[in-house]
């Protein structure tokens, strides 16, 4: 049976029909990595304090006047959630690998891409939402104006997802490696780019008064091509890093 406690996932018993069901595998998965990232709380704070850490720091490199501030507050926010977005994308599949479990996850039957789907979702919660939802209190340390705060809570929502499905591709590849943090930077930032562009793009054209709906509709094309292709990906790639 899928369980749901703090083990390994299990394989499926052979008569258990209703476990093949891919949305029962999505929420088993789910609720198994929630509870196993709320074990290691280490991993839900470093990313926030990062965060925290970037924004707090960057008017004391460059200006701490109000008005450079502002102007370059959309860009400052959405590096610093995307740098703490890739700081715990090393762990997300490297307990498992390392205490067995991701081998029975390969050899089980239920779909590997439904599995690794629950924990980008998992990841995404833990990390993502969170600094999604602590974004609005960076921008007011940055002097951002009110009318973008929509538009960074909203271009964050839909692109931070992205960053999950995009870096969890990367952490598969390097699950085996030692130092693969490294690794994953070098191949995860530069697909990072086209959702930066587009979620700063968003922030400023809010601010300034312009139409959001096109970079959103963006973000959100992106996402969507993320969400159908990345699980597939990611699958590929532990096969292969298990494997060799």
């Known amino acids: 049976m899928l369980e749901t406690k703090l083990q390994p996932l299990a394989v499926l018993e052979p008569d258990s029909d209703t476990e093949y069901r891919p949305g029962r ?29 970037v924004a707090t720091l960057f008017p004391l490199g460059v200006s701490p006047e109000p008005s450079v501030l502002a102007t370059l507050a959309p860009g400052v926010v959405w590096v610093a959630a995307l740098l703490s977005t890739l700081l715990a994308m090393d762990s997300l599949f490297r ?61 964050l929502l839909i692109g931070t997802p992205t960053l999950s499905l995009v870096g969890a591709i990367g952490a598969a590849l390097t699950v085996g490696l030692r130092k693969g943090g490294v690794l994953i930077s070098l191949l995860v930032l530069p697909l990072y780019i086209p959702v930066l562009i587009f979620g700063t793009a968003a922030v400023e054209a809010a601010v300034t008064g312009l139409p959001v709906a096109g970079h959103l509709a963006l973000l959100g094309a992106l996402l969507a091509l993320g969400a159908a292709l990345a699980p597939l990906a990611i699958a590929a790639a532990l096969r292969i890093s298990v494997s060799g």
Request: proline share 7%; aromatic share 8%; no cysteine.
């Open 25 to 53: 595998i999505l929420l088993l998965t789910l609720k198994r990595e929630l509870r196993l990232a709320l074990r290691r709380r280490s991993d839900l704070v470093n990313p926030l304090i990062f965060f925290l850490m």
């Open 95 to 155: 307990s498992d690998y390392e205490d067995g479990s991701l081998e029975q996850i390969l050899l089980s039957p239920q779909p590997l891409f439904v599995v690794v789907f629950g924990k980008v979702l998992a990841h995404w919660m833990m990390t993502g939402l969170p600094l999604t939802l602590m974004a609005p209190l960076i921008g007011v340390m940055l002097f951002l104006p009110a009318e973008g705060m929509g538009g960074l809570v909203l271009s």
